[in-house]
């Protein structure tokens, strides 16, 4: 089961944290990965990884905030592939900030990522995905459904990214793609480390425990189960599943009170 045999899937800022965790499974899984992002060396040390343990990985440099440059790498891909059959929304960035603190610069920096960085590669990748059906999964948030402290930009980018999932869901049901989106709540990634490194110094190990503890299991996830999540909706076994959100925050959204 969950298999991606001969299957092409590309997934974007897969060069750490929960992309690279979703190209490895993947990549495990059968998946011929392309992994598009900035982050050049972490890219190269994710395809490593997946070279190493046997499967099939490539890097395409790409910035998700460049429309031009989104469709060249992604045509590439598809004229060396032969087809595109998954793509994974997951390039993001994180901001801290509430309404007022939140500058008109912050706000533009994650609309281009978060939301237009999505709706490029859609628009890039529709096409080719309409030739034989497939399967899109878009990274959204806990934060698009509950009220976060300092998430004012962030929460409304993966708000949007929850909306135009049902959108494409909608629009392609006939050409026999799915569209469903992720709403992780904690995940234990680099970026984490880095926020405690510089917000909290000296206090690393205190604040991290102390976000852990506002999941009501107890911990962080680990990148890892969301890419097993993730594998799930992208394979064969998720067939009858489009249009839908899932939740995987360790009771975030449903048992905090």
Do not use: W
Not at 159 to 170: D, F, H, N, P, R
Not at 174 to 185: A, D, E, H, K, L
């Amino acid at each position: 089961m969950f298999r991606l045999d001969a299957k092409t899937a590309l997934v974007t800022g897969g060069g750490k944290g929960i992309g690279q965790a979703i190209s490895e499974r993947f990549a495990k899984q059968g998946a011929r990965v392309y992994i598009l992002d900035v982050d050049e060396k972490g890219a190269a040390e994710t395809i490593g990884r997946i070279q190493e343990a046997g499967g099939i990985g490539f890097f395409e440099p790409c910035d998700v905030t460049r429309p031009a440059q989104v469709r060249e790498a992604v045509d590439s891909i598809a004229a060396a592939a032969g087809s595109i059959d998954i793509v994974v929304n997951n390039a993001g960035i994180a901001h801290i900030g509430t309404a007022e603190s939140t500058t008109p610069e912050d706000l533009d920096r994650l609309l281009d990522v978060n939301v237009k960085g999505v709706a490029h590669v859609l628009r890039a990748t529709l096409p080719h995905l309409k030739e034989k059906g497939g399967a899109v999964l878009n990274m959204a948030s806990v934060a698009a459904f509950v009220g976060l402290n300092d998430r004012f930009a962030y929460s409304a980018t993966k708000g949007a990214v929850a909306t135009m999932t049902l959108s494409v869901a909608k629009d392609y049901l006939s050409y026999g793609i799915r569209c469903n989106s992720i709403s992780p709540g904690r995940v234990h990634t680099p970026f984490v480390d880095g926020f405690l490194k510089q917000n909290y110094p000296g206090r690393e190990a205190e604040m991290f425990e102390k976000l852990a503890l506002t999941q009501p299991i107890g911990r962080m996830a680990e990148p890892e189960e969301i890419a097993c999540l993730a594998l799930y909706l992208c394979s064969d076994e998720a067939s009858f599943i489009t249009g839908s959100d899932f939740p995987i925050d360790g009771g975030f959204k449903t048992l905090n009170t």
